[in-house]
T-cell receptor, first 113, second 112 residues
Framework: NAGVTQTPKFQVLKTGQSMTLQCAQD?????MSWYRQDPGMGLRLIHY???????DQGEVPNGYNVSRSTTEDFPLRLLSAAPSQTSVYFC????????????FGNGTRLTVT | AQSVTQLGSHVSVSEGALVLLRCNYS??????LFWYVQYPNQGLQLLLK??????LVKGINGFEAEFKKSETSFHLTKPSAHMSDAAEYFC??????????FGTGTRLTIIP
């Protein structure tokens, strides 16, 4: 099993550009989520999904969109990149939200200049 | 407000010494609690979790944590530190909704 796969590993964007961070899992997990990690702030939840066709906002959703058309994929879209979105982004999945552990991808390091 | 607090953003211990990483939560109802570890340039991996069964939880790599309701704490310990334990450790809580809340992390350094 590949687990949770994130692409790309690194990305540099100019302010105002848009892009999509890809996330795919092959564990048939219902729950998927996106976090951003910034120094001294831990991980903050951006968006999450409890199943195909269902998404909801987390703690810091502004500037990001998500969709969940299949169980396997949960892309994160940056609509108009800003320097404040420079961060490391992690996708994570689990069977459900009842205490099942999260499985994390290896992250995407994004720099916005 | 419900929150997770990790005391100490950096902890250094000598190899072979006790590791103690502190985590407190703020909630009227005990949440599910987790400890995750992050090695450099990797995602997070689950060390252990508490889901209202035994209050002393054993995890991987010799780590364990004790849930203390009276202290709203879930501190992580390991009797004898190893060089390979150097990493960042995150405490997290599921407060009954669908959002796992993380603490700000503690970077553990092992001194040879």
């Amino acid at each position: 099993n590949a687990g949770v796969t994130q692409t790309p590993k690194f990305q540099v964007l100019k302010t105002g550009q848009s892009m999509t961070l890809q996330c795919a899992q092959d564990m048939n997990h219902e729950y998927m989520s996106w976090y951003r990690q910034d120094p001294g702030m831990g991980l903050r939840l951006i968006h999450y999904s409890v199943g195909a066709g269902i998404t909801d906002q987390g703690e810091v959703p502004n500037g990001y969109n998500v969709s969940r058309s299949t169980t396997e994929d949960f892309p994160l879209r940056l609509l108009s990149a800003a320097p404040s979105q420079t961060s490391v982004y992690f996708c994570a999945s689990s069977y459900s939200v009842d205490g099942s552990p999260l499985h994390f991808g290896n992250g995407t390091r994004l720099t916005v200049t | 407000a419900q929150s997770v607090t990790q005391l100490g953003s950096h902890v250094s211990v000598s190899e072979g010494a006790l590791v103690l990483l502190r985590c407190n939560y703020s909630s009227s109802v005990p949440p599910y609690l987790f400890w995750y570890v992050q090695y450099p340039n990797q995602g997070l991996q689950l060390l252990l979790k508490y889901t209202s069964a035994a209050t002393l939880v054993k995890g991987i790599n010799g780590f364990e944590a004790e849930f203390k309701k009276s202290e709203t704490s879930f501190h992580l310990t390991k009797p004898s530190a190893h060089m390979s334990d150097a990493a960042e450790y995150f405490c997290a809580a599921l407060f009954g909704n669908e959002k796992l809340t993380f603490g700000t992390g503690t970077r553990l350094t092992i001194i040879p």
